[in-house]
């Protein structure tokens, strides 16, 4: 078996876009059906959707229940396994709010936005 930092374990479940922004949205409002998360996350289409969905249920971060009704209806949550990473990923928001205001007072705001 390879030998490697287990920070990498951890961002191989996180590495990605969308994957931070669906778990932030899970565990802000819970359990959500597709279209909801769809909806929640401006600028993601259906496959990257079902993609990230798909990979973060194989790691048991993300929960899917299948509710055998017609018309059929599934919801995502997070897992029991997967609210571990809550404290986590509002570290990163932190951190990451913290230093967007570090360099827009270190370089300006307009100067930041000339280069995005």
């Known amino acids: 078996m390879k ?19 669906i778990l932030l949205q899970l565990i802000a409002n819970g359990a959500m059906r597709f279209s909801e998360l769809q909806k929640a996350i401006p600028g993601i289409n259906k496959k990257m959707l079902t993609q990230q969905l798909r990979e973060l249920e194989y790691n048991d971060i993300v929960h899917r229940e299948v509710y055998h009704q017609i018309p059929p209806k599934v919801e995502y949550s997070i897992s029991e396994y997967g609210q571990s990473l809550g404290a986590v990923l509002q570290v990163m928001n ?20 000339e280069q995005e």
């Open 3 to 21: 030998q490697y930092c287990k920070f990498e374990s951890a961002l191989d479940i996180l590495i990605g876009k969308w994957k931070p922004v």
């Open 94 to 113: 932190d951190w990451g709010t913290a230093h967007i205001d570090h360099m827009n007072m270190l370089y300006g705001a307009e100067d930041r936005s």
